[in-house]
């Protein structure tokens, strides 16, 4: 599906001395459940480093809302418009609690100017998010909601599961709601989806958490809905 972007988090890919000097650019925030952080359309320019907490980012369409990734600690968001100005392509919202980093746009793109490393990272970051966009688009317009369902729930699975008991627990605050924006269906598509994979046996689902009982099935069905 592409709701990821890098493999390895921008914070993490830093040496010491450059995190510690990231870090002193800006100021820390906590934004609530649902809280923007910033807005599609807006002319801002600081850039965000989540450190605690995740994030959507999404676009409003006419069928309601279109999730295109899931941020997580350690990620940069908000760079493109401190790079080139333009207004903010998509909105970005806590999704629950969120601590981050606030640092103006100018501060940042000196930051990148005196390190070419970073400016490296950053590049290849907006290559790799690309990359990931293109993967949902192609998923958007070739595979069925089933398909869709089971791509986002191999690679929720991958990326953010726990083994538990021969199973793998996802366990993020996401909502059927957001689920279905995630893969660009309705929620009662979702649900009747979730369903069947239920009573197939290949997941269990409670409050904010999915159980995948039997990954390689879902790899299968979701097959037309990742990159060959």
């Known amino acids: 599906m592409g709701l990821f972007g890098e493999n390895q988090v921008f914070l993490s890919r830093l040496a010491h001395a450059d995190r510690q000097s990231l870090l002193a650019l800006g100021h820390r925030r906590v934004y609530r459940s649902q809280e923007e952080l910033v807005g599609e359309g807006s002319s801002t320019t600081f850039v965000l480093l989540i450190l605690t907490g995740w994030c959507t ?20 968001v908000g760079e493109m418009a401190a790079l080139d100005g333009r ?3 998509a909105t970005v919202s806590a999704l629950g609690t969120v601590e981050a980093l606030v640092v103006p746009g100018d501060r940042f793109r000196h930051f990148m100017s005196a390190r070419p490393f970073v400016t490296g990272l950053v590049m290849a970051q907006l290559t790799e998010r ?11 317009a070739s595979a069925t909601v089933l398909e869709r369902l089971a791509a986002c729930l191999v690679e929720l699975a991958d990326r953010t599961g726990r083994p538990e008991s021969g199973s793998t627990v996802i366990r993020l605050p996401l909502s059927q709601h957001e689920i279905a924006a995630a893969v660009g269906a309705t929620r009662e598509a979702v649900a009747k989806a979730l369903r069947l994979l239920r009573e197939e046996g290949l997941v269990r689902t409670g409050p904010k958490v999915i159980t995948v009982t039997d990954p390689e099935p879902l790899r299968l069905l979701g097959r037309s809905a990742t990159p060959t």
Do not use: F, K
């Not at 980012?57 to 940069?76: D, S, Y």
């Open 130 to 140: 690309l990359r990931s966009a293109d993967d949902q688009r192609r998923s958007l």
């Open 57 to 76: 980012v999404w676009r409003a369409t006419e069928r309601g809302r279109l999730i295109l990734a899931l941020r997580q600690a350690g990620e940069i």
């Open 87 to 89: 207004p903010r392509s």
